[in-house]
T-cell receptor, first 116, second 114 residues
Framework: NAGVMQNPRHLVRRRGQEARLRCSPM?????VYWYRQLPEEGLKFMVY????????ESGMPKERFSAEFPKEGPSILRIQQVVRGDSAAYFC??????????????FGDGTRLSIL | AQSVTQPDIHITVSEGASLELRCNYS??????LFWYVQSPGQGLQLLLK??????LVQGIKGFEAEFKRSQSSFNLRKPSVHWSDAAEYFC????????????FGTGTRLKVLA
């Protein structure tokens, strides 16, 4: 009964490279959320996706960041041309529905992104 | 705008002592409220949640929390702390504009003395 799976757990990139973070939701969950946690801060909402649809990307930086959740396969958070300020822990969460019922979001262990 | 405040950045307690972690929120209506725990290098584990009904909520690992509408608070408590409870604790609310958008406090780091 696997939970939310994120990989890689740690990712190191040089400035200007691309970072790809993957998230497989819990079995039976079709709603995925991405959050970013900067050092010494709480998590900040980035984007909410359902299969093949971006529902809310109000927390995503306007440039360099994109997310997808294809019909088959994991959700991907993509950061192009990374900069030092992108260093953070990125968490994925999933839920079986939109969250209006008694079904909280379940979180993965995160990807720690370090930019050299 | 909705916000969550955890006024205590660090708390240190002795093993066996009682614990209360504070959480205050700013919200226009009764929110969905959550407490999560994060061990170093790990993800967030849900301790308990409040959606409606009984304002005293029981969670896992012996934790409980009480929703007080008049004080806009959702404090987390445990009667006797164990060394394994040392971790960071986050309070969160589900936002007005979409219950899927959780708003987190900045966390309280708990240290337990043997």
């Amino acid at each position: 009964n696997a939970g939310v799976m994120q990989n890689p757990r740690h990712l190191v990139r040089r400035r200007g490279q691309e970072a790809r973070l993957r998230c497989s939701p819990m079995k039976g969950h079709s709603h995925v959320y991405w959050y970013r946690q900067l050092p010494e801060e709480g998590l900040k909402f980035m984007v909410y996706l359902q299969k093949e649809n971006i529902i809310d990307e109000s927390g995503m930086p306007k440039e360099r960041f994109s997310a997808e959740f294809p019909k088959e396969g994991p959700s991907i958070l993509r950061i192009q041309q990374v900069v030092r300020g992108d260093s953070a822990a990125y968490f994925c969460a999933s839920s079986p529905d939109r969250g209006d019922s008694n079904q909280p979001q379940h979180f993965g262990d995160g990807t720690r992104l370090s930019i050299l | 705008a909705q916000s969550v405040t955890q006024p205590d950045i660090h708390i240190t307690v002795s093993e066996g002592a009682s614990l209360e972690l504070r959480c205050n929120y700013s919200y226009g209506a009764t929110p969905y409220l959550f407490w999560y725990v994060q061990s170093p290098g790990q993800g967030l584990q849900l301790l308990l949640k409040y959606f409606s009904g009984d304002t005293l909520v029981q969670g896992i690992k012996g934790f409980e929390a009480e929703f007080k509408r008049s004080q806009s608070s959702f404090n987390l408590r445990k009667p006797s702390v164990h060394w394994s409870d040392a971790a960071e604790y986050f309070c969160a609310v589900a936002a007005v504009s979409g219950t899927y958008k959780y708003i987190f406090g900045t966390g309280t780091r708990l240290k337990v003395l043997a």
